[in-house]
T-cell receptor, first 113, second 110 residues
Framework: SQTIHQWPATLVQPVGSPLSLECTVEGTSNPNLYWYRQAAGRGLQLLFYSVGIGQISSEVPQNLSASRPQDRQFILSSKKLLLSDSGFYLC????????????FGPGTRLTVT | EDQVTQSPEALRLQEGESSSLNCSYTVSGLRGLFWYRQDPGKGPEFLFTLYSAGEEKEKERLKATLTKKESFLHITAPKPEDSATYLCAVPSFVTDKLIFGTGTRLQVFP
């Protein structure tokens, strides 16, 4: 069965510091991968998605970037965090065959102070 | 514009008191409607996929139904462990990305 991991689970970072969140998927190959942000009381906002190694599409212009160095690894980064980057970050995967049926990881709670 | 609206925002039920959550959608062409359950501080857990009007899916005390304009998540005789936020989503016909509603926060009291 497929499993998706995210770490760290929680993170408190000062403004201006760098960020690296990691997501890995097990039990499947060549998945579509997604990064979402969820703000309190709001829907999930798609940030980035990837259909393959090195292929990243950005949905929202922002202070963040994403990379996919390996087939089942997806990384969310920032060089300098802003207060507005605080939120709950979720990684998700889907198969290429059923791309709309997405499965989420446990999430990372990021607080920028 | 593609849109998903969920109602009510919050719902408080007594244990055993059945009710329904609504997900209204506006998309040019429906390519599936997805229900998720999200517990506080956790990622959404996939529940159901519905593809066509009239389709129904069941899981324990939950039953999801679909019409051409909306979906309902019926909760029969809920228990406190059913307390969670329930999200629905549809793929945008324009952008091909999932559009999520803001969810219904369900609280079931013993």
């Amino acid at each position: 069965s497929q499993t998706i991991h995210q770490w760290p689970a929680t993170l408190v970072q000062p403004v201006g510091s760098p960020l690296s969140l990691e997501c890995t998927v097990e039990g499947t190959s060549n998945p579509n991968l997604y990064w979402y942000r969820q703000a309190a009381g709001r829907g999930l906002q798609l940030l980035f998605y990837s259909v393959g190694i090195g292929q990243i599409s950005s949905e929202v212009p922002q202070n963040l970037s994403a990379s996919r160095p390996q087939d089942r690894q997806f990384i969310l980064s920032s060089k300098k965090l802003l207060l507005s980057d605080s939120g709950f970050y979720l990684c998700a995967w889907s198969s290429t065959a059923i791309s709309y049926e997405q499965y989420f990881g446990p999430g990372t709670r990021l607080t920028v102070t | 514009e593609d849109q998903v609206t969920q109602s009510p925002e919050a719902l408080r039920l007594q244990e055993g008191e059945s009710s329904s959550l609504n997900c209204s959608y506006t998309v040019s062409g429906l390519r599936g409607l997805f229900w998720y359950r999200q517990d506080p501080g956790k990622g959404p857990e996939f529940l159901f996929t519905l593809y066509s009007a009239g389709e129904e899916k069941e899981k324990e005390r939950l039953k999801a139904t679909l019409t051409k304009k909306e979906s309902f998540l019926h909760i029969t005789a809920p228990k406190p462990e059913d307390s969670a936020t329930y999200l629905c989503a549809v793929p945008s016909f324009v952008t091909d990305k999932l559009i999520f509603g803001t969810g219904t926060r369900l609280q079931v009291f013993p």
